[in-house]
């Protein structure tokens, strides 16, 4: 079996998937599943400190999403739902 390398540093490549489901069928939910996957990739992207877990690193993208999404909800109230 073989595994995908990075390019730029040889290291085997992780993959994460991400479902991100807006649960109600308004505007509200798919900006809200738009803005969570958006979030956690972005926050992926970044490097992790030498001092966190893979968990507390993907802990850390999902807790940035949610405060993306609320934030934005106080935004624009027009999206609630």
């Known amino acids: 079996m073989s595994s995908l390398l990075c390019r730029a540093t040889g290291q085997p490549r992780s993959y994460i ?3 991100a489901d807006g ?3 308004t505007a509200g939910g798919a900006q809200a ?12 992207q970044e490097s ?6 893979l968990s507390e690193w993907l802990e ?17 109230p027009h999206g609630k739902g």
């Open 48 to 53: 992790p400190s030498r001092q966190e877990t």
């Open 60 to 76: 850390f993208a999902i807790v940035r999403a949610n405060e993306e999404i609320l934030f934005q909800a106080k935004r624009n």
């Open 23 to 25: 649960v109600t069928n």
């Open 17 to 19: 998937a991400l479902v």
């Open 33 to 44: 599943s738009r803005i969570a996957v958006e979030t956690v990739k972005a926050t992926l």
